[in-house]
């Protein structure tokens, strides 16, 4: 059981919009911590996707978007590709210690 | 170019002893927390330990702590965790990850990860 709680998936057609959500409580998200998101495709390490709730490092298309609101996030994806198919973990603070959702497998149909 | 190379990972029994390490280069490794992060076969990424850059201050998840010791020599550019009383839950990979800052506290670049499998 995760502190942070993670559809287990999604799925979406080429150039639809998705959004993964990740909700918290107040020990957590709620208490003003950051929220990060990671996309791990097949086989690799996972990569930072969107740092600070809605930053995105250099080299991460603009497809993606993050957002942050009480004690929930969201990731969206728009313009969904192939490439996309991948699993996605959010991660925060609780307690001054790490935590990440229980991740989300997007499908691209 | 950032780049962080575990090593160490192995089959070992129930009741052993690892330790793996994860060398670091492209940045100045001592300025740095960094972290393992672990994920079982088929499973979610878990928080492991997190270590400052002086190596001053650690903090553990629950279900290592007293088992696992993360440390690090900044003059090798090294991080290690060294893992004692290995159960089959601690099958996984490992990985290393570098923080970006302690306040923001996400994972900027991680390794490729080293597979540790706890079984008799």
């Known amino acids: 059981q995760s502190v942070l709680t993670q559809p287990p998936s999604v799925s979406g057609a080429p150039g639809q919009r998705v959004t993964i959500s990740c909700t918290g409580s107040?020990?957590?998200?709620?208490?003003?911590?950051?929220v990060h998101w990671y996309q791990q495709l097949p086989g690799t390490a996972p990569k930072l996707l969107i740092s600070?709730?809605?930053n995105r490092p250099s080299g991460v298309p603009d497809r993606f978007s993050g957002s942050k609101s009480g004690t929930s996030a969201s990731l969206a994806i728009t313009g969904l590709q192939a490439e996309d198919e991948a699993d996605y973990y959010c991660?925060?603070?609780?307690?001054?210690?790490?935590?990440f959702g229980g991740g989300t497998k997007l499908t691209v149909l | 170019e950032v780049q962080l190379l575990e090593s160490g990972g192995d089959l070992v029994q129930p009741g052993g002893s690892l330790r793996l390490s994860c060398a670091a280069s492209?940045?100045?490794?001592?300025?740095?927390?960094m972290s393992w992060v672990r994920q079982a076969p088929g499973k979610g990424l878990e928080w492991v330990s997190t270590?400052?850059?002086?190596?001053?201050?650690?903090y553990y998840a629950d279900s290592v702590k007293g088992r696992f010791t993360i440390s690090r020599d900044n003059s090798r550019n090294t991080l290690y965790l060294q893992m004692s009383s290995l159960r089959a839950e601690d099958t996984a990979v490992y990985y290393c990850?570098?923080?970006?800052?302690?306040?923001?506290?996400?994972?900027?670049?991680w390794g490729q990860g080293t597979l540790v499998t706890v079984s008799s």
């Open positions: 600070g709730n809605y």
């Open positions: 991660q925060s603070y609780d307690s001054s210690l790490w935590v």
């Open positions: 270590i400052s850059g002086s190596g001053s201050n650690t």
């Open positions: 492209g940045f100045t490794f001592s300025s740095y927390a």
């Open positions: 990850a570098k923080i970006s800052t302690f306040r923001r506290g996400d994972f900027d670049y």
């Open positions: 107040s020990s957590n998200i709620g208490a003003g911590f950051d």
